[in-house]
């Protein structure tokens, strides 16, 4: 019992720092702090009806972030039934949460010739998850636009990481530029 007391001690430290936000994935397998101040959008965005987001994937604006890549959303506060246009502007960033979204997929089952339904050995986790950063944005001009979410892409929890910089960089492309300190 003592040696699991000493191991959740360990631990507990090194899980809140990865979930509290303030700490970025470089690609290498370790972590850099990340002071970001605010999201600088390029140019007009314009968000759909009956919609309260945008998403980016691969430099361009999609009409849905696909599962398997880094990509960020732009977030206002109200769905509308006429389509929103988000100035080009600056937003301050007034804080930063790191988050985990939990995805339940359905499991996968086959059908033997002789027998009844069966799962493989090496698809016992329907979970799967994305680590996002939060990004909330304030503007005086738009105060309306909520929040920028950048997330990883999907994965196994033991696989799935936060995007780097260079992710969120990449899923913006030339829209929107997050700004270090």
């Known amino acids: 019992m003592n040696t699991l007391r000493y191991l959740l001690l360990c631990l507990l430290p090194a899980l809140t720092a990865c979930q509290s936000g303030v700490l970025v994935d470089r690609g290498d397998g370790q972590f850099q702090p990340l002071i970001a101040t605010r999201l600088v959008l390029h140019e007009d965005v314009r968000i759909p009806p ?72 090496a698809d016992d986790s329907s979970e799967w998850i994305m680590m996002a950063y939060h990004f909330t944005l304030h503007s005086d001009e738009q105060p309306g636009v909520t929040r920028l979410l950048c997330g990883g892409a999907y994965n196994y929890p033991y696989f799935a990481r936060y995007p780097s910089i260079e992710d969120m960089r990449l899923a913006l492309g030339d829209v929107a530029t997050v700004v270090l300190q």
């Open 50 to 121: 009956r919609q309260s987001h945008v998403a980016f994937q691969r430099g361009s604006r999609q009409p849905g972030a696909g599962e398997f890549a880094p990509h960020c959303e732009l977030e206002v506060k109200q769905v509308l039934e006429e389509a929103q246009t988000v100035r080009a502007g600056i937003f301050e960033i007034t804080r930063i949460l790191g988050v985990t979204h939990y995805v339940k997929r359905g499991k996968r089952n086959i059908r033997l010739a002789a027998g009844d339904d069966f799962q493989l050995l």
